[in-house]
């Protein structure tokens, strides 16, 4: 069972760079690990740290200006390769929520099997949030899933989409292996007619 | 009469085991390809749940992405990656899985061994936790990555639940010019769509240019179709694809061999089907590419200069093309030919099947490499290693100075030791250019094997329709 999710008010962490991969936010090297726990510690490895393992002031997980549970990627977050440890290290980091103007799709997958809920914005909204949060880092942003609808405080909102059987996932804690162990006697079926 | 269908929605139609209002479809996976790096939490969701693998016959695993590439008969000597092609080992020992582990004549990366076997077939569907299971889609079939999360839902129901893509066709037509490969026409394709130009399609890819292409050519392009964002591409299968799977090891046999090649005709789109999306290109276009940034979008003709700024399709893109040249340590609006390379890395799920091999060895047999480049050969299974010292390949690589080392991912990601080092560059056949993909701070060009053999003999980024003329 995973955590439920319903309405999220927080501060957020404004990352204004467009394709961001999963190889940036995961490094290959850190993908050995056979559990699902402790990848937050590495999340954006190269990004956050130097060579010999210092924090680089630059990079705005180390700008101690920015927190909170929601992240605001720039267009085509989480493109290229399709480790789920990627939606684990955001997931174990503290953030809950990934605002973007386009997901990759395999990352959108990843993220919501592990309640960490993508929320597509309009290219100028996304622009909007990013200067707001920019400007005044302790701004909240306020996600509410039951009326699919993303706001600025004091300021605008919009509304995104989310498939209707996902959304009910997200705000039990379901998972997908529960509603297809309720179909394995159909699959069982296909299966022994198609060998 | 029925609404004519594209192959695509032919074989996903053909696979729906349940599609209910509201609810994504339950899609039956007929191949399921495991591996060490994105299976073992899904084993472990398993054993909670206390269930067993659906049916094992339609899971495959083997060691690839972790591997050293050098000495596999000894032990791993990294205590991480030796401890996740065990935790591999034991799973699918306890769960009854195939695996074709390190030192198995049948090891290789599971994009290139499930072709070779003759376990990827027409018509099926196919997954594994690794997104460029796409290339599987060149038999024409359904192929695409998926998270470790999906992998349990395989594992545990062989069902995924998933939404249909939309569809999108890209025809490639004309005949290739010299020195212009299959890695070529992918990589022409992302730079003029862009990194996240398919995302949500499916695409088909047809077209002369495609058709008249080999198996091991039409891979390539599959391949790299999630470098373009989307979730697969597939072509349709013809008297090449038949051909190319009779006799081996896994495929139907005789007279099963034959009835099923009647079934994989009926394998095409529709006269009339529609398309969301119909890209038309023409091969006389495409000359050898190379990619100057850190997605693979970002790439160019050989001969052409890096964009400038004012250059861009649209100007969101000004900060990232900006940080992706900082990176790269080049120029806007400079020329790549003549750059100074330190690395070629000749490997990947992309292109290092043996027709690859060949392609570089016809272009340096009886060369040598230039003295500032390293060049690693990684073969992508045992079979190749063993077809291209059969064929008198790795003398010619040898003799030539190149590294013949045994098959994995390498230096593609750079997991195992293979890693280049930091501010070096290396051209590369493998499929992405990010920060570091190759090793931290890594600077890669995407090629072609053909591109890749010519920068080995020059030490430099090179037209190698200069090599291939003389």
Known sequence: MKENFSILTSTAVPLSIENIDTDQIIPARFLKATTREGFGENLFRDWRYNESGQSKADFVLNDSKFSGKILVGGKNFGCGSSREHAAWALYDYGFRVVISSFFADIFKNNALNNALLPVQVSDSFLKQLLSAVEKNPAIKITIDLQNQQVSLENGPSENFEINPYKKVCLANGYDDIDYLLSLRSEIKEYDLAHV | MNKPKTLFEKIWDAHVVKRADGYPDALFIDRHFIHEVTSPQAFDGLRKRGIKVFNTKRTTATADHNVPTKDQHLPIKEALSRHQVETLKKNCTEFGVDLYDLGHPYQGIVHIIGPELGLTLPGMTIVCGDSHTSTHGAFGNISFGIGTSEVEQVLATQCVLQYKPKTMRIEVNGTLGKGVVAKDIILYIISKISASGATGYFVEYAGSAITSLSMEARMTICN?????????????????????????????????????????????????????????????????????????????????????????????????????????????????????????????????????????????KGKKKASNVEVWVIPGSKQVEAQARQEGLDKIFEAAGFELREPGCSACLGMNEDKIPAGKYCISTSNRNFEGRQGPKSRTFLASPLSAAAAAITGKVTDVRELVDK
């Open chain 2, 224 to 364: 790299m179709s999630i470098e373009m964002g989307a979730r697969g591409g597939l072509i349709a299968p013809d008297e090449t694809t038949f051909n190319y799977i009779k006799g081996r090891k896994f495929a139907p046999q005789g007279e099963a061999f034959n009835k099923k090649v009647e079934e994989w005709k009926q394998l095409k789109t529709d006269a009339g089907a529609a398309y969301d999306k119909v890209l038309v290109y023409d091969a006389v276009d495409i000359a050898p590419m190379i990619t100057y940034g850190t997605n693979p979008g970002m790439g160019i003709k050989v001969t052409d200069r890096i964009p400038t700024v004012d250059e861009l399709r649209e100007i969101s893109e000004q900060t990232s093309f900006k940080k992706s040249l900082e990176y790269m340590g080049l120029e806007p609006g400079s020329q790549l030919l003549g750059k100074s390379v330190d690395y070629v890395f000749i490997g990947s799920c992309t292109n290092a099947r043996i027709e690859d091999l060949r392609l570089v060895a016809s272009v340096v």
